[in-house]
């Protein structure tokens, strides 16, 4: 089973500036995801889902494009971590070697995948802030769960996007500043294309962004007029356990969040 990912590159690295203009999907991987060993992917394997290397960055395809129609909440983070990805490129292996249909492979990809790491702390928030009781829902981890026809979990970069870290000697999750989210073509790219479509797809739906690069991105589509403000959590922690301050974070804006949960489940509430 992969634990890290290979410092060795693929046979035929991809450029970066492919990316800008189209998005991959998992009809084109289907047949390879297919066949990937039980407990995979293998480095070998996960070589083939590479999209793009140069040198410190690179970007792999996982099925994350899955969009709930009927999402009450989205969650949006960066990119999808190791965890994420992995989890999620299982989970569609292994819908379809049971013959589920690309669209419900996708879709148990992404309820496997997102969030792998983050989902109790997000909810514990969510919670504290009365989300559950807008929602008529037991907790907000039943988002994750049962109640996932009322998620749309997504990111900025909805493909899993990996940095090199000379100082550690590995490849660590994009982390939204190196290079800074909105300077990358790339990553605009993707928000101004992908993320806004998917949020336009559920105008009435709160949006929870998770950290500050986030935030970022959202505004920017908000002063694009592609994203209506007011729907927006802004000042919501990035959940991560490597965040230490991510309580105090909280904290120290739970009334400014509470207020605009409130005013969403007044004005926007699906």
Known sequence: MLNTLSVDRAST???LGALESSSPTLSTYADQIRRFSTRGPTEDELNKLLLADEGRIRVYYAPFEWVNPTAAVAIVGITPGKDSMLNAIRAAARALCTGESIDEALRQAKQTGIFSNMR???AQMLNELGLPKILGIHSALDL???RFD???PTSCIRNPVFTWSRKKQTWKGYDGHSPKLLKWPVGKRYIEKELAGELRGIPRALVVPCGEAVYGALRHLCAMKLLDGQRCLF????????????QKYFSERFEQLQA????WAQQHRP
């Not at 919501?236 to 965040?243: E, I, L, M, Q, V």
């Open 13 to 15: 690295p991809r450029k």
């Open 120 to 122: 109790v702390s997000i």
């Open 144 to 146: 994750f769960g049962p």
């Open 150 to 152: 009322m998620l749309h």
């Open 235 to 246: 000042g919501f922690p990035h959940a991560s356990g490597a965040n230490a301050h991510c």
């Open 260 to 263: 605009a949960l409130e005013k």
